[in-house]
């Protein structure tokens, strides 16, 4: 089992930046795939950004070469450096666990946090 502990959200201004946070439990934690995620009201939950056991990442086109997804192993945590931000980034953001290679499907995620809002304003 792994619980996931979002946080980081908050509001910020057009082109202003957030760390989100996503604290993992769990002593293997170095063998799981995250991948944050994020829906925005009336919207479909879409993927983000993905971290593989490996380090490897991926990003969906909307967000390269804004948004940087790392982890810390020996934290136990997974980043989101969020920068540039738009008002269409403004949504609940979650991140999502699975055993070793990432995905952009949520429905291949095991473990899911909260979620943590984030909003930018004009």
């Known amino acids: 089992q792994v619980q996931l502990v979002e946080s980081g959200g908050g509001l910020v201004q057009a082109g202003g930046s957030l760390r989100l946070s996503c604290a993992a439990s769990?002593?293997?934690?170095?063998?799981?795939?995250v991948g944050w995620f994020r829906q925005a009201p009336g919207k479909e939950r879409e993927f983000v950004a993905a971290?593989?056991?490996?380090?490897?990442?991926t990003y969906y086109d909307s967000v390269k070469g804004r948004f940087t997804i790392s982890r810390d192993n020996a934290k136990n945590t997974v980043y989101l450096q969020m920068s540039s931000l738009k008002p269409e980034d403004t949504a609940v953001y979650y991140c999502?666990?699975?055993?070793?290679?990432?995905?952009?499907?949520?429905?291949?995620?095991?473990?899911w946090g909260q979620g943590t809002q984030v909003t930018v304003s004009s």
């Open positions: 769990g002593r293997t934690f170095g063998s799981y795939a």
């Open positions: 971290i593989s056991f490996l380090g490897d990442n």
């Open positions: 999502a666990a699975r055993s070793y290679r990432s995905s952009w499907r949520a429905d291949e995620y095991d473990y």
